[in-house]
């Protein structure tokens, strides 16, 4: 049987709040300051309105506001104290443990990301760690304000009978074994809830990104029927949780009140026994009451502690992902020739019922320009997943300039290459910052690129140039123009091997051309791989590879190909037919 050896949930959430606990630490100091006060009013008054301080001039009168208003100022001081300083250790925690949160997600394995919807990781890294450490820090203030003056009435009573006490404490068992059940029971509808609550998240993310599709199917409806059902399973557990939770008070007291029963017969006792009288028996009731209404308030904390303990299972699922596996080891001293050679490489997707790639072979010579064709599923993507490092070979070795990929590191492997994919990805922030992403800015290459993608004319028609903002994934830009900018951000790169997937789907024909031109004067010096569709586009290509069900189905140039009356024939034919 195996042990689970992982730290528990109080230790890791602890390790976030353990580099600001002396703010933790001042908070409870400020806290005991306030609980210390409690007990001073009444005395005060007390003190004030006995027969020497009422009648006669025990004190003098100024001592009266003197003293009150300077209890109320520190009892406002350790107030204003304990909050400032709990949410000072709080923020800090939050930031340290959404920047865990983030830099775990940076490091997933690839294939998180297909099974990640990016609600879940938005609610998961922003929403989450805010939510846990309020709960938990809410629970803690409750434990230092409540739970202190329980353990004073504790004291109290069994100061004043400690028979009765110890039978006070004879139901505190079955009131656990009762407050466990319904614990039990708030927990799993907390974690349906919060599960239903993401997939919510995830509805208004789909309807975020698809709002063209959404209406361009006037699917406005169907999509609001998708939202109200996935709200209503939230409600639908949020209400069962709830219930849970208004279970667990009544219940409580309901034990209590059996051994308030059983207290009260037995303090009746004992005054017709012993003669005890009746203040001594009303003093004892009335501090007992006093705990029971402190003890009330505590037992709505195990909402709140069940609550934030799902939320966290669920960030620390995050923190706990497998990150991607980088075994390599050998660095790259500078840029690449950009020979690649794939030797028998195999690839199978897990659950698919076919290989990706069957025992594939093939080149991409150094400086040369190398298409890959072949229908959808082909196995074209596939290769450039492996190319960049996102997944591994399960037989066959791919070697760049001669060395294995599998021996360089994953940052080595990935610096030798710029990607412009059909699938465009931009960040909302500025043209420049797009261009020159993750590097060193520099104005001069900035037009070069800019020029060569053949966006310079209309970013100059811009009020604020470079530093015009895109929007959420380029939003503020049109298809073609959000593909140039991505073609632009590679050049700008300027690695040794390039890769076009698809990558001048979105262009008119005149910007296409202006694109070809630009690439056209790398040939030679850079390695260029391009998957496309279109098949006048890669005429000139030095190599042409037409794959098919993961393997090679012929290799040549344009006019060997032709030449071959084979499938790539076939292809030309078809899409001269279509034109």
Known sequence: MSIDTRPSLARRLGQYVYPYRWGAVLTVVAYLCLAGTEWLLPKLISYAFDDEGFTKDAYPLWMVPVVLIGLYAVRGASSFAGQYLFHWTQTR???????????????????????MQPGTAVTKVVNDPQQILQLTGDVGIALLRDGLAAVGFIVYLFYLNWQLTLMALVVTPVMALVMRKVNQRMRQMSTRSYDSQLVLVNKVDDITRAWRVVRQFGAADFERQRFIDAALEVRRYNLKAAAASALAQPVSQLVASVGLSLIICLALWQARSEGTGVQHFVTYVAALLLLLSKL?????LSSQLTRASVIAKSCLELLDAPPEVDTGTQELPGPARGDIVMEAVSLTYPGASRPALDGLTLAF??????ALVGASGAGKSSIIHLLLGFGRPDAGHIRLD?????????????????????????????????????QPRDEAKLEQVLRAAHLWDFVQTLPEGVETVVGANGSKLSGGQRQRLAIARALYKDAPIWIFDEATSALDTESERAVQQALSQWSGRKTLIVIAHRLSTIRDADAIHVLGAGKLVETGTHAELIAQDGAYAAMVRAQAGEA
């Not at 010579?365 to 190398?370: Q, V």
Request: a neutral charge.
């Open 93 to 115: 925690s939050v930031l340290d443990f959404r920047t865990a949160l983030v830099s775990s997600l940076l490091r997933l394995d690839a294939q998180a990301y297909t099974r």
């Open 365 to 370: 010579g150094a400086g040369r320009t190398t």
């Open 296 to 300: 009330r308030h505590l037992s709505d």
């Open 402 to 438: 001669g060395a294995d990929i599998e021996l360089l590191t994953r940052a080595s492997l990935r610096r030798q290459f710029a990607v412009v994919s059909q699938d465009i990805v931009l960040f909302d922030d500025a043209i420049a910052a797009n261009i020159a992403y993750a």
